[in-house]
């Protein structure tokens, strides 16, 4: 077994590869610089004290100004100063205003947002100049403090820095010469998704690994980053993908450096390799429900004593957490431009009932912690 605290601990992301472009080494670097969990925070904070004040047109200087100055991650804190956006300042405005005046006054101003109609913005600031004097740093500052608390909050939650973090960062920058959306979306999944820092700690991944479905090849691509960054053979120790998509598939073959592992063709038609690890993540439910069936009993059917299948899948029967899947799914779909698919999900013991008659025993674990999704992991072995 390979737990996730054997690999070496970074503070900060990899380099990109010699052959990366000077735009997209830029734009790692402006993406990836300073993530410790208080510089986020304070990132995060100085933008949005930034953007609730009324220096509108100098927001995105004094953003990088400061975030250089303290280094700071500048597109977090220009990012947080879009609180001051077209649709919000007036409402910004308004409370610093009537904040300043209460405070130097006892009272507020008896009028409301229509005593701004008709001005424009520096006439209002030059009107109420005194009381955004008092009003900005009350407003602005008690806001940029309760935004930073919640930042830092989530950032230690997601525990960014440890060794799987690390161990992320080196896989997705697999995928920098060929796409940096496909980095960035290798770099979250990886995160938010809790299937793969599982599969890696519990030891359940071994021998020849089959990934049917593999997309990107992101789990695939993090097997052999881990084997390399390990030093010593890991316990699996051959990487096959099939993804039907060309264009995805060809990114799997540049990311995990072994194009003849990587398979262009329908899972449901293509011939499967030999493996004793065979995985169908958030795979089945794209499938049609004869289809699902007949997979996994070609897969039962190839796997050796030993050998283990692992499907991760939505479990129908958990209603609210059930419907997130279906709405994520959906999303997803029109995103690609599949606008009438139709996906199949099953029920929990649906899905563990076909594995069985399949001839595989089965253990379930949930698999959706750290999300609003109904997500299980179904192991079936092939006893020996």
């Known amino acids: 077994m390979i737990g996730t605290d054997e690999f070496e601990e970074i503070a900060q992301s990899p380099a990109p590869p010699k052959q990366s472009g000077a735009l997209t080494k830029l734009y790692v670097r402006l993406r990836t610089e300073w993530r410790h969990p208080w510089r ?27 975030a250089t100055v303290f280094r700071l991650n500048r597109i977090t804190t220009y990012l947080a100063a879009q609180i001051g956006n077209p649709l919000s300042a007036l409402l910004i405005i308004y409370l610093e205003i009537q904040t300043g005046h209460w405070v130097r006054t006892g009272a507020p101003y008896p009028r409301g947002l229509s005593a701004f109609e008709g001005q424009a913005g520096w006439d209002v600031v030059r009107a109420f100049s005194a009381d955004l004097f008092v009003g900005v740093p009350l407003v602005a500052g008690l806001t940029a403090l309760v935004s930073a608390l919640i930042v830092y909050a989530l950032c230690t939650r997601r525990s960014t820095g440890t060794p799987f973090d690390a161990l992320v960062e080196h896989t997705a920058a697999r995928y920098l010469p060929v796409t940096v959306f496909g980095w960035e979306w290798v770099r979250a999944k990886l995160r938010i998704d809790p ?50 998509r060309s264009p995805i598939a060809e990114q799997a073959r540049a990311a995990l450096g072994q194009p003849n592992r990587i398979v262009a063709g329908d899972i449901v038609k293509t011939d499967l390799p030999e493996a004793d690890s065979y995985l169908l993540l958030d795979v089945l439910h794209y499938l049609p429900a004869e289809s699902q069936e007949s997979l996994l009993a070609r897969v039962a059917a ?13 479990d129908r029967s958990r209603r609210a957490a059930f419907l997130a899947v279906v709405v994520a ?13 139709r996906h199949h999900y099953r029920a929990l013991a649906e899905w563990t009932l076909l594995m069985e008659k399949a001839g595989l025993t089965t253990e379930t ?15 079936g072995r092939r006893e020996c």
């Open 329 to 341: 799914e959906r999303i997803c779909a029109w995103a690609r431009g599949h606008w009438k698919s």
């Open 302 to 314: 190839r796997l050796p004593p030993g050998g283990v299948l692992l499907v991760r899948d939505a």
């Open 40 to 66: 986020q925070a304070a990132a995060a904070g100085c933008g949005v004290f930034v953007g609730m004040t009324p220096f509108y047109g100098l927001h995105l200087v004094l953003c990088i100004g400061l």
């Open 365 to 379: 674990r949930p698999m959706g912690s750290g999300t609003p999704f109904a997500n299980i992991l179904i192991i």
């Open 195 to 244: 299937v793969y820092k599982s599969l890696l700690a519990d030891g359940l991944v071994h021998g020849r690994v089959a990934d049917l479905g593999c997309g990107r090849g992101h789990l695939l691509v993090l097997l052999d980053e881990a084997r390399v960054r390990n030093g010593r053979d890991a316990a699996w120790t051959t990487l096959y993908g099939i993804e039907r």
